[in-house]
T-cell receptor, first 112, second 112 residues
Framework: KQEVTQIPAALSVPEGENLVLNCSFT??????LQWFRQDPGKGLTSLLL?????REQTSGRLNASLDKSSGRSTLYIAASQPGDSATYLC???????????FGAGTRLFVKA | DTGVSQDPRHKITKRGQNVTFRCDPI?????LYWYRQTLGQGPEFLTY????????KSRLLSDRFSAERPKGSFSTLEIQRTEQGDSAMYLC??????????FGSGTRLTVV
């Protein structure tokens, strides 16, 4: 049974700091891994999608890496801004390509 | 196409009443998913459709829950005889081949 863990559960940083969010999963047989952002009371916004054959994806100040063999992914946020404050969720999709398991998320607060 | 739409955004109901939620996926996506999310947790998988076929249901989906996707287009999630424990955010997502999830804004259910 796939389990997804995110560390830390919460993080508070000053504006401008570079930071890393961690995601680990127990079953390396995955179809893809996706990072999402969720603002309070809202739905999820997709940030980056990494297919199982890829090692990383980049979008603007965001970079996500994937190491299937160790069951880990990291989300790197450069030059953090107060607008980055949100919950960041990691989600792993199984090799069937349809069942996705989410971590509990990391709540990020960027102080101005 | 404006993305995944969910209706209503909020629903307050009395315990024991039936409720129905609607999800309109991105038109070219053939897969549709329902998730439930409670405060401080990641979304939990409920059920999945490929076109009009319901291919998997979570054990979380008791016999009070039913989901349909007639003609492979929009989907409905019905909860009968609601209980206070059903209070949560109900999220719908759609995806296509090698395309990650796109989530709707969710329906927040409060059972009083």
């Amino acid at each position: 049974k796939q389990e997804v863990t995110q560390i830390p559960a919460a993080l508070s940083v000053p504006e401008g700091e570079n930071l890393v969010l961690n995601c680990s999963f127990t079953d390396s047989a995955i179809y893809n891994l996706q990072w999402f952002r969720q603002d309070p009371g809202k739905g999820l916004t997709s940030l980056l999608l990494i297919q199982s054959s890829q090692r990383e994806q980049t979008s603007g100040r965001l970079n996500a890496s994937l190491d299937k063999s160790s069951g880990r992914s990291t989300l790197y946020i450069a030059a953090s801004q107060p607008g980055d404050s949100a919950t960041y969720l990691c989600a792993v999709t199984d090799t069937g390509g349809f069942k996705t398991i989410f971590g509990a998320g990391t709540r990020l607060f960027v102080k101005a | 196409d404006t993305g995944v739409s969910q209706d209503p955004r909020h629903k307050i109901t009395k315990r024991g009443q039936n409720v129905t939620f609607r999800c309109d996926p991105i038109s070219e996506h053939n897969r549709l998913y329902w998730y439930r999310q409670t405060l401080g947790q990641g979304p939990e998988f409920l059920t999945y459709f490929q076109n009009e076929a319901q291919l998997e249901k979570s054990r979380l989906l008791s016999d009070r829950f039913s989901a349909e996707r007639p003609k492979g287009s929009f989907s409905t999630l019905e909860i009968q005889r609601t209980e206070q424990g059903d209070s949560a955010m109900y999220l719908c997502a759609s995806s296509g081949n090698r395309v990650g999830y796109t989530f709707g804004s969710g329906t927040r259910l409060t059972v009083v």
